[in-house]
């Protein structure tokens, strides 16, 4: 019986260790939106005080491509995987969101 278990116990173990690489990258990738959100915010709210206008969706993705160039990772691949995922997307939303409420 002892070896019966231990079979049992391998594939929970394998599935359990592919909820938590999938959880850690979830977190990585919220964390990220949520920090380009910020940032583009914080620069959008500096260039508008100096009159300029910052397009949020153009300053995610040149962050990205920055990152990218920075981490000798392809810059095509990775933004249409973000865009894929939703993450630019989202950066872009909530980036747009914080900006509207420093305007109103």
Do not use: K, Y
Not at 25 to 52: D, I, N, S, W, Y
Request: one cysteine or more; aromatic letters at 2%.
């Amino acid at each position: 019986m002892t070896g019966s278990d231990d079979m049992r116990q391998g594939p929970h173990d394998e599935l359990r260790a592919e909820q938590e690489r999938e959880l850690v990258a979830g977190f990585a990738l919220a964390t990220m939106e949520h920090a380009l959100a910020r940032e583009a915010f914080h620069v959008g709210v500096a260039l508008r005080q100096a009159g300029v206008e910052l397009d949020p969706r153009t300053f995610v993705a040149l962050r990205i491509l920055e990152a990218c160039v920075g981490e000798l990772i392809d810059p095509s691949e990775a933004i249409c995987e973000l865009l894929e995922n939703g993450s630019l997307d989202r950066s872009v939303e909530l980036a747009t969101d914080l900006l509207d409420r420093d305007a109103a």
